[in-house]
């Protein structure tokens, strides 16, 4: 058998996409007049891809042909890589030929740049665009394209935007005006760089083109806004669905990680048979081939998670911020912002005051001189007569403020002075009192010199006892020298014992 394994497990999983896909009443093809006129809605899987098993082992897409730059892998298929001037394009290897349908693709386009280019293309055409210049994809297509330009080619700042364009072959694309002269409906959104995927709604129904937009804000699938509606729209019976991207001077990621057709039939009629009905032993053994490799896949998501405990959750939801996450950042980049601008605003108006002081010294200094040379009787001009009188002012106000600090001044002074008196007044007492004390004193002692200056009442002392002669120098001399001797003779003595003690330790 030459069908791979892999080849046959993608093939499984898109049958079992649809056998598993009901008619959703939620899912109303947009533009239908009536709510109640729900569309019977299939999944077409030959028609679709999407994840974890986008592309084979070989690289190819089944179902698919991818051209030019455009790069498969399990998850996704990279249009274009974010390299300068890059073309790339998939495209459905049959044709379709559903008269109503819808097409639901999801895309990131991200790129480092505030800018990025050029911009990414849904096609339903008559033929394969494989290559060509408008969003890689070939011009004067027939059939119609919904376009999601990045780069804003004539400068109106209406970029990124979404615009639908219808061509029956004979238009060429108004790229420099960014087909707007030629657009059918546009919208402007701005689908690069968003923390979730993009996905765009095309619905064809009723001979109406709808588009929705869900603009990767949220992780809600199914919360899609209305972009633009093309009313009586002819496109080819039988066409080739496609994407395309294409990189310029500037460059973006183009990934787009599903496409998924619905075939969509009017209430009341009935749905055409599938064409391709499987036999039921064969659904049953794709079935059991399904188990067996999604068995398979939780053994090897048990293994890698061993393997690997610090990895925790959706690796895409750690690449890209969550909507809260982005709204506490914008805030606290705007406060650092509003932040930066008055530390600006605070070092100007520094700068302001500064300059102005220097203004002033210099105008002073002019005055000054003026006020001199114009003593002989100069009449000074206007300005310098502004200038005095702001000065003038500035000066009165000075004396004001020094009254008021001498005023200040006065009062503390006057405060200090109230708790210097009260000592003062102590220290006087004390004088006073010493004072007293003194003259006490001084009169007790005039006192006593009166007494001692009147000569009646002078006192008489007492005469001293007479010397006694007993004591000759001869018997003195003897004496001390007995005395010396018997000193000297102790000492000896003494120092001998001591010399005699130290020997007995
Ligand atoms: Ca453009
Ligand atoms: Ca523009």
Redesign the pocket.
Known sequence: MAVSTVQMSAAVCLVLITLTFHPSNGDIAAGAADTADVPHRRFEYKYSFKGPHLSQSDGSIPFWVHTGNAIPSADQIRITPSLRSQKGSVWTKNTVNFENWEAEVTFRVSGRGRMGADGLAVWFTEGQGLEGPVYGAADNWNGVGVFFDSF???G?K??PAILIVGNNGKLTYDHQN?GTTQALGTCLRDFRNKPYPVRAKITYYKKTLTVMINNGFTPDKDDFEFCAKVDNMIIPAVGYFGISAATGGLADDHDVLSFLLFRLTEPGQQPPPAEAEIPKEEKDKYQEEFENFQQELDKKKEEFQKEHPDVQGEPVDDIYESVNDREIRQVFEGQNRIHLEIKQLHRQLAMILDEQRRYVSVVTDEIAKRGVEAQPGQAPSHELDTIITTQQEVLRNLNELRNSFSETLRQVASAQNQGNAVGAYETVQHFNDIKEHLHVVKRSVEQLAQRNGNPSEKVKCPDLPPMPSCLSPTHFLIFAIIQSVLFIGYIMYRSQQEAAAKKFF
């Open positions: 804003d080619n004539d109106k209406n970029n960014d």
